[in-house]
């Protein structure tokens, strides 16, 4: 995966692919690393040597050092939170403040955003969509009603503390209504209007600085939240996320044009995951299913959520391949199925509407499909110590041909575990 200009890394399934520790590697190449959508809600787990990091909002670049971070304007900043994390990494020696840099255009979560993700869960009672609480869906709400904040908008504060007051003050209306606890509008523009000092500094023009370097021959990495799956317009809705999740948005989130990336790398792990509600046709009920959870340890970086578990969905990753643009695949976890018999891709639903072997728009024909699958023989062998793909079992390597087969997107890296080295290069 080098020789590129500018790479776009997405997770080509619900999220949780595995994203943060591929973004940590290929980021030792590139010159700058932006995160282009989401907000707090991602969660990104690497591993350097010994040592675990957990990162939200902050690019994952962000643990070489020299490299540049950048937040797009499509993303919301939980201005709270974003400072948490910065704390942390300059408390453990990472000298991050003068590596990052946010967008003017970058939208505001604020507390209020988040009661009003609670309140609008507990309203939709069983149909709720399984956030992650983070404020989300109404920071996005915000932006598209054209009443959101921006981070440019700090830059006089008279003008900031009228917006945070009038928007807060629409949101107490709301929660009114949702006869939940109301906020002091007061006190969240005196608590934002403290941060300012801080957050002006690092105000930048994200499109300006990538389209700089790569003008300049500094590969950039533009670095996707959530998954294919997730994505507003193109995954399961209404039980998605409010952004978009895959390759395009990287265009929009950042403020460059589509032409500038020449290559789109999705994330995808072995086997299927979903945290939330919503249709998984591959999922695995029962004991089988609970083993794979546990033995991925697939539960939510952000909120501790054990994750729904399913087989490798094959119709999922082709639909991904297409809406994304794949030119390459990361196969993650491949040593999760290290001590299965048989090991399972789903290759087509059986609906009410027949056979499909394309992924639907049609929910209700999701949540009754009956998957359609193949049974390949396990490997049934260690794969954490392998280091060259000539190295991995041989049903092993049948399993990564099949999913290149069935994709028709070449694999470029295989992960065995949670290290930096367990990362497999193709080629
Ligand atoms: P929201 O993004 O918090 O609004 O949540 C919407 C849906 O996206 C829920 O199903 C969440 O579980 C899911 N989601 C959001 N962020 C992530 C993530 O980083 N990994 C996996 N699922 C996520």
Same mark, same amino acid.
């Given at each position: 995966?080098?020789?590129?200009?500018?790479?776009? !890394?997405?997770?080509?399934?619900?999220?949780?692919?595995?994203?943060?520790?591929?973004?940590?590697?290929?980021?030792?190449?590139?010159?700058? !690393?932006?995160?282009?959508?989401?907000?707090?809600?991602?969660?990104?787990?690497?591993?350097?040597?010994?040592?675990?990091?957990?990162?939200?909002?902050?690019?994952?670049?962000?643990?070489?050092?020299?490299? $540049?971070?950048?937040?797009?304007?499509?993303?919301?900043?939980? !201005?709270?939170?974003?400072?948490?994390?910065?704390?942390?990494?300059?408390?453990?020696?990472?000298?991050?403040?003068?590596?990052?840099?946010?967008?003017? $255009?970058?939208?505001?979560?604020?507390?209020?955003?988040?009661?009003?993700?609670?309140?609008?869960?507990?309203?939709?009672?069983?149909?709720?969509?399984?956030?992650?609480?983070?404020?989300?869906?109404?920071?996005?709400?915000?932006?598209?009603?054209?009443?959101?904040?921006?981070?440019?908008?700090?830059?006089?504060?008279?003008?900031?503390?009228?917006?945070?007051?009038?928007?807060?003050?629409?949101?107490?209306?709301?929660?009114?209504?949702?006869?939940?606890?109301?906020?002091?509008?007061? $006190?969240?523009?005196?608590?934002?209007?403290?941060?300012? #000092?801080?957050?002006?500094?690092?105000?930048?023009?994200?499109?300006?600085?990538?389209?700089?370097?790569? #003008?300049?021959?500094?590969?950039?990495?533009?670095?996707?939240?959530?998954?294919?799956?997730?994505?507003?317009?193109?995954?399961?809705?209404?039980? !998605?996320?409010?952004?978009?999740?895959?390759?395009?948005?990287?265009?929009?989130?950042?403020?460059?044009?589509?032409?500038?990336?020449?290559?789109?790398?999705?994330?995808?792990?072995?086997?299927?995951? $979903?945290?939330?509600?919503?249709?998984?046709?591959?999922?695995?009920?029962?004991?089988?299913?609970?083993?794979?959870?546990?033995?991925?340890?697939?539960?939510?970086?952000?909120?501790?959520?054990?994750?729904?578990?399913?087989?490798?969905?094959?119709?999922?990753?082709?639909?991904?391949?297409?809406?994304?643009?794949?030119?390459?695949?990361?196969?993650?976890?491949?040593?999760?199925?290290?001590?299965?018999?048989?090991?399972?891709?789903?290759?087509?639903?059986?609906?009410?509407?027949?056979?499909?072997?394309?992924?639907?728009?049609?929910?209700?024909?999701?949540?009754?499909?009956?998957?359609?699958?193949?049974?390949?023989?396990?490997?049934?062998?260690?794969?954490?110590?392998?280091?060259?793909?000539?190295?991995?079992?041989?049903?092993?390597?049948?399993?990564?041909?099949?999913?290149?087969?069935?994709?028709?997107?070449?694999?470029?890296?295989?992960?065995?575990?949670?290290?930096?080295?367990?990362?497999?290069?193709?080629?």
């Amino acid at each position: 995966m080098s020789g590129y200009r500018c790479l776009v !890394v997405v997770g080509a399934q619900w999220g949780d692919e595995g994203k943060g520790k591929i973004v940590d590697m290929l980021a030792e190449e590139a010159g700058l !690393v932006a995160r282009y959508q989401g907000g707090a809600n991602a969660g990104h787990t690497v591993h350097v040597g010994d040592e675990e990091f957990i990162l939200h909002q902050i690019p994952s670049g962000i643990l070489h050092p020299g490299k $540049r971070c950048l937040l797009g304007n499509g993303v919301v900043l939980d !201005v709270e939170q974003f400072f948490q994390e910065l704390d942390g990494l300059i408390a453990r020696g990472i000298d991050a403040e003068a590596r990052v840099g946010i967008s003017g $255009r970058a939208h505001l979560l604020l507390d209020y955003h988040k009661r009003l993700d609670h309140a609008s869960e507990q309203a939709r009672g069983p149909a709720r969509i399984g956030t992650t609480g983070k404020g989300i869906g109404p920071a996005y709400e915000d932006k598209i009603a054209r009443r959101g904040i921006r981070v440019g908008d700090l830059r006089i504060p008279e003008r900031a503390r009228e917006l945070v007051i009038e928007a807060a003050s629409a949101a107490n209306e709301r929660l009114r209504a949702n006869g939940t606890e109301l906020i002091d509008p007061a $006190r969240i523009a005196d608590q934002l209007l403290e941060r300012r #000092a801080r957050i002006l500094p690092l105000m930048t023009d994200v499109g300006l600085e990538i389209t700089r370097s790569v #003008a300049a021959g500094v590969p950039v990495l533009l670095e996707g939240a959530q998954g294919a799956l997730l994505d507003v317009d193109h995954g399961t809705y209404p039980f !998605v996320t409010a952004s978009t999740t895959t390759a395009a948005g990287a265009a929009t989130g950042t403020g460059i044009g589509p032409t500038t990336i020449d290559s789109v790398l999705g994330v995808i792990k072995a086997y299927t995951t $979903r945290v939330g509600s919503g249709p998984l046709p591959s999922e695995i009920d029962g004991e089988l299913g609970i083993r794979l959870r546990d033995l991925g340890g697939e539960y939510g970086a952000t909120t501790g959520r054990p994750r729904r578990c399913g087989w490798f969905d094959a119709v999922v990753a082709r639909y991904s391949a297409r809406v994304n643009g794949l030119t390459a695949l990361a196969l993650t976890k491949l040593d999760v199925l290290d001590t299965f018999k048989e090991i399972q891709i789903v290759t087509g639903y059986q609906t009410d509407a027949g056979l499909l072997d394309e992924f639907p728009d049609d929910l209700s024909l999701l949540e009754g499909a009956r998957p359609v699958l193949e049974t390949m023989p396990g490997w049934e062998s260690p794969t954490q110590d392998v280091r060259s793909i000539g190295q991995l079992p041989d049903r092993a390597r049948r399993y990564i041909a099949r999913i290149e087969e069935l994709t028709g997107v070449p694999i470029a890296y295989v992960g065995v575990g949670t290290k930096r080295e367990q990362i497999i290069r193709i080629g």
